[in-house]
């Protein structure tokens, strides 16, 4: 007969589980794939973002020896925001235990852990795919909870307005006026103003990209301006044996990438719609994780993930709390850009 004895054990503790849980593959979620994020462990519930806005002015010539100008000191705000936080139980139950000595190829420990992997896996892909969604919604310049309530808006937050869409007149673009390169001429237009929203960071690597929807992409490489860029693109691209999962091309200065989002359209983009974001630039993008809600992990740095035990005192079942306390953050919300298809 099984006993849960064996969860007294050291492997079955709170800071093994956890360390389990954090070395636990990630679901292939694109966000977070491309590292757009940078991630930030914090010891607090909260964060302080501090924003310097300092203005650049000329400097007028002067006599010899005479007193120097004093330069406009930079405006400091300093704006604070609480750490969402998500948790899923993955429980564990007496009977799922019962009789394995049968079988006599495992241990009750062993089988007992791979049980309560298999649960965690399904908490993590879980965990996963809503950072995933919290990460696209804060490219879209709101971060949003599981039922699309606003959790933070940050052109609000950080007093900015938010920028006006970019229309792509696509039906306009024949054969006979695609040598005025229309596409081309918006997402120039398109860069300047993001150079501009990002002053004061580092843009000399950054990298334009845009997450389309399925009928906008389609319509941005089915054109007369794009479609032979395109098919040149993708032939370099399978002569290269590049990883094709993700359908994109780069044109005009943008990497356009077709978002493959979740099969029940909970993350996706906008059928009509993409979203343009900067990468490659510093402090532009963060996600901080914040420490679990125990005495354990009080002002420690905060991991993405953790495995929190615990057992009935009637001893049915043993299970693992599995939490992750994220908030993804854009410190420049004007350079988020929406595109759509016309």
Not at 120 to 142: F, H, N, P, Y
Not at 317 to 336: D, I
Request: net charge neutral; glycine share 6%; with cysteine.
């Amino acid at each position: 007969m099984a006993s849960f004895d064996i969860f007294d054990g050291d492997g079955f503790s709170m800071m093994s589980l956890t360390q389990r849980v954090n070395h636990m593959p990630t679901t292939p979620n694109r966000i977070q794939a491309m590292g757009l994020f940078k991630a930030q462990g914090v010891s607090t519930t909260t964060i302080a973002v501090e924003e310097k806005n300092a203005e650049l002015s000329l400097v007028q010539t002067s006599e010899r020896g005479s007193p120097a100008s004093e330069g406009k000191k930079p405006k400091r705000k300093l704006r604070h925001f609480e750490i969402p936080h998500l948790k899923r139980n993955a429980r564990l139950m007496a009977d799922e235990v019962q009789n394995i000595r049968a079988f006599g190829t495992m241990s009750e420990p062993e089988v007992a852990l791979q049980q309560f992997e298999e649960r965690v896996a399904l908490r993590r892909q879980e965990m996963d795919l809503t950072i995933e969604r919290m990460e696209l919604s804060t490219i879209c310049g709101k971060l949003t909870d599981a039922n699309d309530e606003i959790i933070y808006d940050y052109y609000n937050e950080f007093k900015v307005m938010k920028p006006a869409d970019v229309s792509f007149a696509f039906s306009t673009i024949t054969q006979a006026n695609s040598d005025k390169a229309i596409i081309n001429a918006a997402t120039t237009k398109l860069k300047r103003r993001l150079k501009k929203a990002l002053s004061g960071m580092a843009t000399g690597s950054m990298q334009i990209g845009a997450l389309c929807g399925d009928n906008f992409f389609d319509k941005l490489v089915n054109n007369a301006e794009t479609r032979t860029p395109y098919q040149n693109w993708r032939a370099a691209e399978q002569l290269s044996d590049r990883n094709l999962a993700h359908d994109s091309f780069k044109y005009g200065g943008v990497t356009w990438e077709n978002y493959d989002g979740d099969t029940d359209g909970k993350v996706k983009i906008g059928e009509e719609e993409c979203r343009f974001f900067v990468k490659g630039v510093p402090g532009l993008f963060d996600i901080y994780f914040g420490p679990a809600d125990t005495l354990e992990f009080v002002n420690t740095r905060g991991l993405p993930l953790y495995a929190l035990p615990y057992r009935d005192p009637k001893n049915k079942f043993w299970e693992a709390e599995v939490q992750t306390n994220p908030l993804p953050m854009c410190t420049r919300p004007k350079s988020l850009e929406r595109g759509i298809a016309a």
